[in-house]
């Protein structure tokens, strides 16, 4: 099988292979964050929204979502998710077309482990772009944990739901990325597949000088969505930031 593009075919199976069930805790978390706001949390732009299970649990909530992904076959899933009236975009990371400011940015499940380094700077610029004035930016990164964690386990395979899928990955710790294989035998009619991905491990201090140099205050980095403080044994840190008003 020759390797297609990230989140082309796997985008069918995406769900039952990939997602663990937390979008509903992840909702939760954001919602108790948004909840002391001065000014109120009522639209949300989720970048990187992919099949739209955090858009929909928000919009449960009673948010105004907005869905952004660069896959259109992800955002066909979230459409049947969502129903035909959701707003969906498709836009690659730093683009961002939009003409109208929201309350929150988030970005969640390894969005950002996508955007290669340079692009860093331009994406926070963008959400700094959409955001209204103390408007909240909400993103997970993987970590140097996480990175010695994948580098020790190269192959991953299993079976989810009838669907039996493989993971084989290379990390360049020097270049701070990982270039990943994944193969899937999907249950049913569809015939088995392979994607390849890469990610990147973005250091904490060119994440922080970014957020800065946006315009972006840091208020903490947790370990995952939880109220525990990020250390050095975390796997994805969770980024709460919120752009500066205007003195």
């Keep these: 099988m020759r390797p297609v593009d990230a989140y082309t075919r796997l985008a069918g199976v995406y ?21 002391g ?10 970048v990187c929204c992919g099949t739209g299970l955090l858009a929909a649990e928000l919009a449960a909530r009673g948010y105004r979502v907005t869905g952004v992904d660069a896959s259109e076959a992800m955002l066909a899933r979230a459409r049947n998710l969502l129903g035909p009236d959701a707003t969906l975009i498709r836009a690659t990371l730093p683009d961002l077309p939009l003409e109208r ?4 940015v988030t970005c969640t499940l390894d969005g950002f482990t996508y955007l290669a380094p340079d692009n860093l700077p331009l994406t926070f610029d963008a959400f700094a772009r959409v955001l209204r004035p ?4 909400v993103f997970d990164t993987h970590t140097d944990a996480m990175m010695a964690f ?21 990390v360049d710790p020097g270049a701070r990325f990982c270039d990943s294989r994944i193969d899937v035998t999907p249950d049913g009619a569809v015939s088995p ?31 995952g969505y939880s109220d525990r403080p990020a250390d050095k044994s975390t796997l994805s840190m969770t980024w709460l930031a919120r752009l500066k008003r205007e003195k």
């Design 15 to 35: 769900d039952e292979v990939v997602v663990d069930p937390c979008h509903a805790d992840w909702a939760g978390f954001l919602d108790g964050l948004f909840e």
């Design 150 to 170: 994948i580098s020790s386990r190269p192959v991953v395979s299993g079976e989810k739901e009838g669907h039996r899928f493989a993971i084989v990955s290379e």
């Design 37 to 46: 706001d001065e000014d109120g949390v009522s639209d949300v732009l989720d």
């Design 134 to 137: 103390g408007g909240w930016l």
């Design 101 to 104: 400011t929201f309350d929150a």
């Design 193 to 223: 597949f392979s994607e390849r991905h890469r990610q990147y491990f973005h250091r904490y201090a060119d994440i922080r000088s970014a957020l800065a140099d946006s315009g972006f205050e840091l208020l903490a980095v947790r370990d």
